[in-house]
């Protein structure tokens, strides 16, 4: 049998690290990337975004990718409980509008393909488009409240 350091485990895991601890550190790094591409670094996808369809990918991508390190928090016992509760109160106001954002780029998805098949009028595509432009502000403001709720500001 190895050693736990030929294994790769340090003493920290003999003294009963844990390994929700480094799935929770890695999850807090994770949204740290997130917020800082988030908050305006060049590399941030929803920014870069420059068609509908490419920031509701965006939106929904950087939305998962926080739901995860948030459902960490939440089931993390070790966690703060006022973090704990600001997270799972986040999550509530935020999946709703994620959830909303993705019906109406479905519905502008379908209008665009109507519309190129001559099967739906230019007016049509036009509401579908601003409803989808209105769902993607709040949907970006919800990503911001759920990833800085996890950050624990």
Do not use: H
Not at 53 to 77: F, H, R
Not at 104 to 133: C, H, I, K, P, S
Request: glycine share 4%; hydrophobic share 50%.
């Amino acid at each position: 049998m190895l050693a736990p350091q030929v294994l790769g485990y340090s003493q920290r895991f003999a003294a009963g690290y844990s390994t929700r601890r480094a799935s929770l550190s890695f999850a807090s790094l994770l949204v740290a990337a997130i917020l800082a591409l988030i908050s305006g670094c060049a590399s941030n996808p929803v920014a870069v975004a420059e068609t509908p369809a490419q920031k509701a990918y965006a939106i929904s991508a950087s939305y998962n990718v926080i739901l995860e390190a948030a459902a960490n928090i939440v089931e993390d016992t070790t966690a703060p409980i006022d973090l704990r509760r600001a997270v799972q109160a986040a999550e509530r106001r935020t999946t709703p509008v994620i959830e909303s954002l993705e019906t109406a780029f479905a519905d502008y998805q379908v209008a665009r393909a109507e519309f190129a098949a001559g099967e739906t009028t230019a007016d049509r595509l036009e509401v579908a488009t601003r409803n989808l432009e209105s769902w993607l502000s709040q949907a970006e403001a919800a990503l911001v409240e759920i990833a800085s709720a996890v950050r624990g500001r």
